[in-house]
């Protein structure tokens, strides 16, 4: 007679009656791997334990021909019998897929990347300056796991979305950011950035998995607007308010720009809506090598806290010479 007594009770390990389907057995492991995952624990023996001994006994309560034998024989001799193997396991926190535990025995590596992944999905961060926000995407399948093992894996993209003031972005600028796990890195932002651009960093992803290459980082700008400019394209708009005189008789005035404040001539009769250009006062466009222009709006400000008497002259100076503005409407 065979020995039926069981050594390890696999079902009491997984929690999980005689009489449980593949499918409870199955979402019994992942709540028990989510729970005792080195990763998880780091560090602590005990879990690390708790877990090799979960993921051996579903290594054989999934296989329906081990479990057969096991619900049979029991385990004690487990690993004499034909198409067993009893699994042998180890754990390397920096390397391997599955957080570095690896298995000699014959889990379904889709299984894990299912399980394990939910252990690595989802984490937000704040860059150090700047405020980026971080995204990690989920871990892929394609552990390393013995003769079921997919080979290497490229490492997941991150991605970040940094915040930049509307003159960082215009000029360029170098941010300091710091990653969930703690790095820290500096980053260039090139001029002209917008916030549909996309700043590649090779490499500096998720660590690639069994020898393969790491992942790429993206940062997403996300640009503030600014109370004087607004951007089109690669040009800036300003709008420029001024005077009755000096739209009437013309005049020299200083007006912001990205680089500073320049002076700016204002023709004799100029009207409210009318723009003046600032060629090569826009934004830069490195893959073009060209610059953009800025475009000044006039605003004619009609004076406030004019006395009736005031009012009564000016309509008298002004009488018959306004015409009608709103002629080519027809109205």
Avoid at 7 to 29: G, N, T
């Amino acid at each position: 007679m065979f020995n039926n007594t069981m050594s390890k009770d696999f079902y009491k390990i997984l929690e999980v009656s005689r009489s449980a389907s593949e499918e409870e057995i199955r979402k019994a492991f992942k709540k028990l791997a989510r729970k005792y995952h080195p990763d998880m624990n780091p560090g602590d023996k005990k879990a690390e334990e708790k877990f090799k001994g979960i993921s051996e006994a579903y290594d054989v309560l999934s296989n329906p021909e081990k479990r057969k034998k096991y619900d049979t024989f029991g385990n004690a001799d487990f690993e004499g019998f034909p198409g067993g193997g009893g699994p042998s396991y180890s754990y390397n926190p920096f390397g391997g897929g599955g957080g570095g535990f690896r298995s000699t025995g014959n889990i379904n590596p889709e299984d894990l990347g299912d399980i394990f992944g939910d252990l690595f999905t989802g984490f937000t961060g704040r860059a150090q300056q700047g405020q980026g926000r971080g995204r990690r995407q989920r871990r892929p399948a394609g552990f390393d796991f013995g003769g079921a093992a997919t080979g290497e894996t490229r490492g997941k993209d991150l991605t970040f979305s940094l915040d930049l003031d509307f003159l960082e972005a215009i000029h360029g600028c170098e941010k300091q950011m710091r990653l969930p796990n703690g790095v820290m890195f500096k980053v260039k932002i090139p001029p002209g950035v917008t916030s549909e651009s996309k700043i590649r960093l090779a490499g500096q992803g998720e660590p690639g998995y069994n020898g393969g290459s790491g992942g790429d980082l993206y940062i997403h700008p996300h640009i503030r607007s600014h109370p004087i400019f607004k951007r089109e394209g690669d040009n800036i708009e300003v709008e420029l308010p001024i005077t009755i005189m000096e739209a009437l008789e013309g005049a020299k005035v200083k007006v912001p720009t990205v680089d500073g404040p320049v002076e700016l001539k204002i023709p004799a009769e100029s009207q409210s809506g009318q723009k003046l250009r600032l060629k090569g006062k826009g934004v830069s466009n490195p893959k073009e090598k060209t610059r953009g222009d800025q475009y000044i709006v006039l605003q004619v400000k009609v004076p406030e806290g004019l006395s009736g008497a005031q009012i009564a002259e000016l309509k008298k100076i002004l009488s018959g010479k306004e015409g009608n503005p709103r002629g080519k409407m027809n109205l």
